[in-house]
């Protein structure tokens, strides 16, 4: 993980796709 703390909140969850999706695929 980066840095950033998983408050599990809706914001935390989008963040962690869309870095996800970013590393998996590298474009959105």
Do not use: I, T
Not at 1 to 13: D, H, I, T
């Amino acid at each position: 993980m980066m840095g950033k703390p998983l408050a599990g909140s809706a914001s935390e969850l989008r963040w962690f796709k869309s870095s996800y999706s970013d590393s998996s695929n590298g474009s959105e």
